[in-house]
């Protein structure tokens, strides 16, 4: 598992496009400064693992759509991460998740957070 810099682990999924939207905003931000970045999608948030889940999330301006914010925030060599665990628990396999994203373990995570010089909890 590969460091990053700024860490951002996402709890919520498309029931709440608020946090969502913030929480890929933020990480994009890391990256356009200069930093490497992860987001780890976690209990709910493992449903925006699936492709094209993003699509038709916008909560409105300011804030970009998260789809257009997936986009550039991969564009730019944002890495998302997607727990398990809680993709299992919540009936999912990795056949069904977007294969840009990586699958991770427990230990993983904490690996990231421990590693990283910056992280926002989304929960």
């Keep these: 598992m590969q460091q990053s810099d700024f860490v951002t682990t996402l709890f919520d999924g498309k029931g709440n496009p608020n946090k969502v939207t913030v929480a890929f905003t933020m990480a994009l931000n890391a990256l356009l400064k200069g930093h490497t970045a992860c987001i780890i999608l976690m209990v709910e ?18 804030f970009e759509a998260v789809a257009d914010l997936l986009q550039k925030y991969l564009d730019k060599g944002g890495r998302i991460a997607i727990c398990k665990s809680c993709m299992v628990h919540n009936g999912m396999s990795a056949e069904q998740m977007d294969p840009r994203f990586e699958i991770i373990s427990a230990p993983d995570v904490i690996d990231l957070l421990m590693g990283a010089n910056g992280s926002l909890q989304i929960a």
């Design 45 to 62: 948030a493992v449903e925006l693992g699936r492709p094209d889940a993003a699509n038709g999330m916008d909560i409105g301006p300011p």
